[in-house]
């Protein structure tokens, strides 16, 4: 028997209303760049919630000396809060303050007192620090000598448009709190690298930073963009090196570790990459490993194109507590990437991911046999859980540091 109108009325009423209700509930829908840019926004706001906090952040570097408003009067107690592969690099920890008041570099052969060149040349132990706010435009690589420290805490320091740092066989550098960007090539002139010695340079690749067989070296807490070659490279036997706390930001190849597939002696290298903010406008090489050992913990990862950490010639890859959040492009999703092998080699690899957070669709190819045994020498401290990676890099870069107040 049909309906009557009125009730078929009613029917068709109250199952609009189901229908509209069932929609209402379901969750939506959203456009992946739009889930990408929240969470960016939720970084970032997390970020400056964070950024005025300066101790007692689970961060160990940090809660070692930020915690102390008198920061400014100890200077030389960073010295002692080194972590991971580079832990025992002392810098000038034993020597004298030199203060920087002079921003020009007019002669590397000769280089005037007072400059930033005269004091890395030194052959005693020197604690650097400047007088105030600089741009230091280098005409030449700034060749380190051993027992050095380059902290910028208290001025906005910036080494850029220019040849940058080299940190070739010597020992015991920390270079921190210093922005480093638009560094270019140098060379084919003459440089000075001691009081005794100058020679000539070739041609340099144009590093921010490039530690050439050096050992004992500490990068913590600068800002790195925008070179002409990597923002931090290590090669030919360097080793016992913590790269931590900074920020880097536009540039294509950000970092690579070892020299080439070829290059033997750099089956020893280890190398810490701890607490760093890898930010907008980078591509890849974050980073690229050959032969060594390398442990990659609490970094926090927000921009990537081709991939964030890879390798080749066998090297081991500790990966903990990172973050990873992946680009947009579905080709890019992959945290890793096997280079220059197939995967018949490769998969021999000791590559793995430990407690790392994987967001937007990021995934990382783990290799190897996996036994723990096997990351031994690429292990240089304790991971905290990737929840924490937000506090622990908040600060990362170069800091505001006032004199009488924490840091």
Request: glycine fraction near 10%; charge should be neutral; charged fraction near 20%.
């Amino acid at each position: 028997m049909a309906l009557s109108s009125p009730i078929q009325s009613l029917l068709i009423l109250i199952s609009f209303f189901l229908f509209t209700s069932l929609i209402a509930a379901m969750p939506t829908l959203q456009d992946p760049e739009l889930v990408v840019h929240e969470v960016h926004r939720k970084l970032n706001a997390s970020r400056r919630r964070l950024g005025f906090l300066s101790c007692n952040t689970g961060n160990p570097i940090d809660d070692c000396w930020r915690c102390d408003p008198n920061w400014e009067q100890n200077r030389q107690k960073l010295a002692d809060c080194a972590i991971g592969f580079g832990k025992n690099a002392i810098g000038g920890r034993d020597g004298k303050i030199y203060i920087v008041t002079d921003s020009k570099d007019d002669d590397p052969v000769n280089p005037k007192p007072g400059t930033l060149r005269h004091a890395v040349i030194q052959d005693e132990p020197l604690w650097i620090i400047f007088e105030r706010d600089m741009v230091i435009q280098l005409k030449e690589e700034l060749i380190m000598n051993s027992f050095k420290t380059i902290d910028g805490r208290g001025a906005s320091v910036h080494i850029a448009n220019g040849p940058c740092i080299t940190i070739q066989y010597v020992t015991n550098i920390i270079i921190h709190g210093v922005h480093i960007h638009d560094c270019k090539q140098g060379g084919n002139a003459k440089v000075r690298d001691s009081p005794q010695h100058f020679g000539w340079r070739t041609l340099s690749d144009g590093d921010g930073v490039s530690i050439f067989g050096g050992s004992h070296v500490w990068v913590d807490h600068c800002s790195l963009s925008n070179c002409n070659d990597g923002l931090i490279d290590a090669i030919h036997g360097a080793t016992g090196i913590t790269i931590s706390n900074n920020y880097m930001t536009h540039h294509n190849k950000v970092m690579l570790l070892g020299h080439s597939d070829t290059y033997m002696q750099d089956k020893g290298m280890q190398v810490t990459i701890a607490f760093n903010h890898f930010g907008e406008g980078l591509v890849q090489r974050m980073p690229r490993c050959r032969h060594g050992y390398f442990h990659v913990v609490n970094n926090d990862y927000t921009h990537w194109e081709m991939y964030a950490i890879g390798g080749s010639a066998d090297p081991t890859i500790n990966s903990q507590g990172n973050r990873f959040l992946a680009p947009n492009d579905r080709f890019n999703k992959q945290v890793t990437k096997h280079e220059d092998a197939p995967e018949s080699q490769w998969k021999n690899w000791n590559w793995r991911s430990e407690g790392d957070l994987m967001l937007n669709g990021a995934f990382f190819v783990a290799s190897g046999v996996g036994a723990s045994s096997s990351y031994a020498k690429a292990s240089s401290l304790g991971a905290r859980p990737s929840s924490l990676v937000g506090p622990i890099t908040s600060g990362a870069g170069a800091l505001v540091c006032r004199k009488g107040s924490h840091c």
